[in-house]
Nanobody
Framework: EVRLVESGGGAVQTGGSLRLSCTGSGFIFDDSEMAWYRQAPGNDCELVSSISPTGLIQYADSVKGRFTISQDNDKNTTYRQMNGLKPEETAVYYC??????????????????????WGRGTQVAVSS
């Protein structure tokens, strides 16, 4: 059974930083793409960043230069360092493993997109 567990969310002020972690089990971590999505109330599920098995990293334009994704294969864990957080980035952040390719547009609530394995999400709240 694939299992993803996120941690590291919390409340920060504008400009603050958080480091999210996602630990996976039940699949070959080294061979899998890992993605981070977020969903704010009333918004679509947004792809924020991803890392491929070969180390190819991609970021949404809105977070480039502020968010960093990294991975420790020995610990089966993906990390995301988020700096310069903004109030509009208040959301539930999810890590996901795609069944095949990473979806860049998801119009249903993140966990309802059936072609990813999902963690439960971790809440990030950024106050002004």
């Amino acid at each position: 059974e694939v299992r993803l567990v996120e941690s590291g969310g919390g409340a920060v002020q504008t400009g603050g930083s958080l480091r999210l972690s996602c630990t996976g089990s039940g699949f070959i971590f080294d061979d899998s793409e890992m993605a981070w999505y977020r969903q704010a109330p009333g918004n679509d599920c947004e792809l924020v960043s991803s890392i491929s098995p070969t180390g190819l990293i991609q970021y949404a334009d809105s977070v480039k230069g502020r968010f960093t994704i990294s991975q420790d294969n020995d610990k089966n864990t993906t990390y995301r360092q988020m700096n310069g957080l903004k109030p509009e980035e208040t959301a539930v952040y999810y890590c996901a493993v795609p069944w095949q390719t990473i979806a860049t547009m998801i119009i249903v609530p993140c966990p309802e997109y059936e072609y990813n394995y999902w963690g439960r999400g971790t809440q990030v709240a950024v106050s002004s």
